[in-house]
């Protein structure tokens, strides 16, 4: 990997810490959580730290494969701090560069999923995929994900969240993941 590639690897990493930063010092108006009946609007980055596939035999880290992530949702409470929602994944590689004759565009998921404000501004999620491109090919697969996170207002309807996810898929081929998320949303 080129120095432009591991640069390109440090911003995505330390970008959410110092957005994360910022946000927790920064001054904010205070609001409650998802109650029954709102909406949140969110937009998510995320890259794969580590994975590990078990028919393959192969285990892979954010500095041999570095893919770039972008979930978007809406999500509706159906009582006090649950909720259940929708994300689109959309996933584009950035290094290892691609041949040129095959797309960047790695992966593309809907993500049905239900999700619990259990603590305070601590949150879980249980995710679905249906991914119908898998590898830059349309190729099925079928994941299972834990999501834990937090989110922290910003700004009136305004939040940043930082999460960990371990996604698994079962469909395909056998894998199991390490995946750090930063995100906004807003309650719509």
């Not at 959580?33 to 909406?39: M, S």
């Not at 949150?123 to 299972?144: H, M, Q, S, W, Y």
Request: hydrophobic share 40%; with cysteine.
């Amino acid at each position: 990997m080129g120095s432009f590639g591991k640069s390109r690897a440090r911003f995505a990493l330390l970008a959410p810490l110092s957005f994360g930063t910022l946000c927790v010092l920064a001054p904010r108006t205070a609001h409650a959580l998802g109650k029954q009946g709102d909406f949140l609007q969110t937009d998510t980055l995320g890259a794969s730290v580590v994975s590990h596939d078990y028919k393959a035999k192969t285990t892979k880290n954010i500095s041999q494969v570095f893919n770039l992530s972008e979930f978007v949702g809406l999500h509706y409470y159906v009582v006090d701090k649950v909720r259940l929602g929708m994300n689109l994944q959309f996933n584009e590689r950035v290094f290892p560069h691609t041949p040129p004759h095959v797309s960047p565009f790695q992966r593309f998921g809907l993500l049905p999923q239900v999700g619990w404000n259990f603590y305070g501004p601590m949150f879980g999620a249980l995710v679905f995929g249906v991914i119908p491109r898998t590898d830059g090919k349309e190729k099925l697969n079928l994941t299972l994900q834990g999501v834990f996170g937090v989110s922290l207002p910003l700004y009136g309807r305004l939040r940043a969240s930082f999460a960990g996810e371990v996604p698994w898929t079962y469909y395909d081929h056998n894998v199991l993941g390490v995946t750090a998320l930063a995100g906004i949303s807003i309650r719509l």
